[in-house]
């Protein structure tokens, strides 16, 4: 058995002399530590805005809170675990205290991973980490190698998609206790899965968040972000707010023994000082002592691809970054849906489909309609092709729609085989949001529960107003989006478990694993060699036809998104790995009807 625990240098930390408690709290006069069972303790002075007491007979499992000069009682921001009501205090989390069993766990490589994106809360009936870890036997089975958790990090209320956390140490009550997700990683080591955590180092969520009260120097009015004041990474008060975040993005990996971390919307942290808070992140986490590869990937609206490796050693910073532009070319593609930022795609979505599996990004410094024409991206050819997650959903695509539909709902399902066996299939990372595998069509909403009505309208009247510009929606047709408040929505956004059994998403399901197969077996071994280059053979309607070069072969996928058939040429010594649509042999070639495609692996020196 293994213990693991990480020695944070804030928050209620086991030391030899007992517990110690330490808190940045700059802005205030004094602060008292309130532990359970015991009278309010005044915390000493220890410098530079820190405070801290140390008590020798604090044990695991009390509540504790910080008292401010002011009387108002506030829980701690490093807290390991929170009750789930905020005023009912921290608690003290013995790490040492969970056995792991894992010591043998050594990691598995980026080439072998397929992300499986869940929300705790939706993913299971019971939406607890308990229940989810009963559930990865299936993903295992299935061919999952990597299971993705939606933020994790506890904020107000039992139900929200976690990017309003506030405590982003502590596991989010409502799921279970930290010895519960520490069990999940556990099993799914067992089972060769990784666990990758989103974590959001953009800002904090609106409820729950007392850093105002006593640490303002935590955010700077010179950046600005959707969320209000930028995070200060890089003003005067600096070091603490860089340590906190630093610290966390260690502890998660270490303490939880986590195989990545998804750091949400990087385009949303801004820092003008060197290093940049994400090199810092980076370099900190790969500099852990761990005998494993960590993975760390990206979301990044501003598409830059100096995060992101050339091969496939171990990557110096980021291992990989979500690919929206895909997904945005695939869905305008499938559904024929131009509104919104789909009018960048909207023009030949097919040759920027074709650009984005041949070079990674398909804006690469482009003019942008949907940024007035403001350039995007950076160019990304030399990417290695792993370095770049690919999806036809995820949670943002969905749950951001006025009524949180999957493409299955939006699509024929012809087309969403194709790009289902593409996205499976090509040299990209692929990733499923939860229910994907067997085609699920009910709805993911956005949902919070908030317990304060004042915020609650807020975001109720912010939903409609997000809405309200589209020519479809009437204010009749308003006022029926589901109500994100109501926990009917959240409801109706779990997982139906009992729709895979039905014939349709059976047979879906089956075609996930048949591909899931075929990649490990064709795909993997060549994302672990040298990258060599992509090739654009056609790059328009109807037939895309895209051939990526690896020291180890050559992989070719073509396929036809248009109204007629098509034909193209094939080697006569080209392996077909998978077909879909029903493509028939033609001479030297094949011909593809509309919506079917061909996916053949070559020999290195063919």
Request: hydrophobic share 40%; aromatic share 10%; glycine share 8%.
């Amino acid at each position: 058995m293994t213990q693991r625990a990480w020695d944070m240098p804030f928050g209620a930390q086991a030391t030899n002399e007992g517990v110690r408690f330490r808190l940045w709290a700059p802005s205030v006069s004094h602060v008292e530590l309130v532990l359970e069972g015991r009278p309010p303790i005044p915390m000493q002075d220890a410098g530079e805005g820190w405070r801290e007491a140390i008590v020798s007979d604090a044990r695991a499992g009390q509540t504790y809170l910080y008292r401010m000069p002011d009387g108002r009682l506030v829980p701690d921001p490093a807290s390991r675990w929170q009750t789930r009501d905020f005023h009912g205090g921290s608690i003290i989390v013995d790490p040492r205290a969970y056995e792991w069993r894992d010591a043998a766990w050594r990691g598995r490589p980026w080439s072998q991973a397929v992300v499986y994106e869940a929300h705790v809360g939706a993913a299971t009936p019971q939406g607890t980490f308990e229940a989810l870890r009963l559930d990865l036997p299936r993903l295992a089975d299935l061919g999952i190698t990597a299971l993705q958790l939606m933020p994790v990090a506890a904020c107000p209320g039992d139900r929200n998609w976690g990017y309003d956390g506030v405590l982003p140490f502590a596991p989010n009550a409502a799921y279970g206790t930290p010895e519960d997700l520490k069990a999940l990683v556990d099993d799914a080591h067992a089972l060769g899965l990784m666990v990758l955590l989103d974590v959001v180092y953009n800002h904090f969520g609106p409820a729950g968040n007392y850093l105002h009260d006593y640490a303002p120097g935590f955010f700077t009015q010179r950046h600005q972000t959707p969320w209000g004041a930028g995070l200060n990474f890089d003003g005067e008060a600096r070091a603490a707010v860089r340590a906190f975040f630093v610290d966390n993005a260690r502890y998660w990996i270490a303490e939880y023994n986590l195989d990545g971390l998804r750091l949400d919307a990087v385009h949303a942290i801004m820092d003008d000082s060197e290093p940049h808070i994400l090199d810092e992140i980076a370099a900190s986490v790969r500099a852990l002592p761990l005998g494993r590869p960590v993975h760390l990937i990206l979301e990044n609206d501003h598409n830059q691809a100096r995060w992101l490796p050339r091969g496939y050693g171990a990557p110096e910073r980021y291992t990989a970054q979500w690919n929206d532009d895909l997904h945005h070319c695939w869905h305008v593609l499938l559904t024929g849906e131009t509104d919104g930022y789909y009018s960048d795609y909207a023009q030949n979505p097919a040759a920027l489909l074709a650009r984005a599996l041949a070079q990674g990004f398909a804006y690469q410094g482009d003019a942008s309609r949907m940024r007035k024409g403001e350039p995007r991206g950076e160019p990304s050819s030399h990417v290695h092709p792993g370095a770049f997650v690919d999806f036809l959903q995820n949670h943002d695509q969905i749950g951001n729609r006025a009524f949180g539909e999957r493409i299955d709902t939006l699509a024929p399902p012809e087309r969403v085989a194709l790009a289902r066996s593409i996205l499976l299939l090509c040299p990209h990372t692929p990733m499923l949001f939860m229910g994907e595998e067997w085609a699920a069509r009910g709805p993911f909403h956005y949902f919070v529960g908030f317990e304060d009505e004042e915020l609650s309208s807020a975001v109720r009247h912010g939903r409609r107003r997000e809405f309200a510009h589209f020519a479809a929606f009437s204010p009749q047709a308003l006022e029926a989006l589901p109500d994100p408040t109501d926990v009917a929505t959240f409801e109706a956004s779990r997982l139906d478990r009992a729709e895979a059994m039905k014939a349709r998403h059976a047979d879906a399901l089956a075609q996930t694993r048949t591909l899931l197969a075929l990649r490990q077996d064709h795909v993997a071994p060549l994302l672990a060699s040298a990258f060599l280059g992509a090739s654009i053979a056609s790059a328009g309607e109807p037939v895309i036809d895209i051939e990526w070069r690896f020291a180890a072969g050559r992989l070719r996928a073509a396929f036809n998104v248009g109204s007629q058939s098509a034909w193209c040429a094939i080697a006569p010594d080209a392996q077909t790995i998978f077909c879909t649509g029903s493509p028939s042999p033609d001479g030297a070639g094949v011909t593809l009807p509309p919506w079917a495609g061909i996916v053949l692996r070559e020999r290195a020196d063919a």
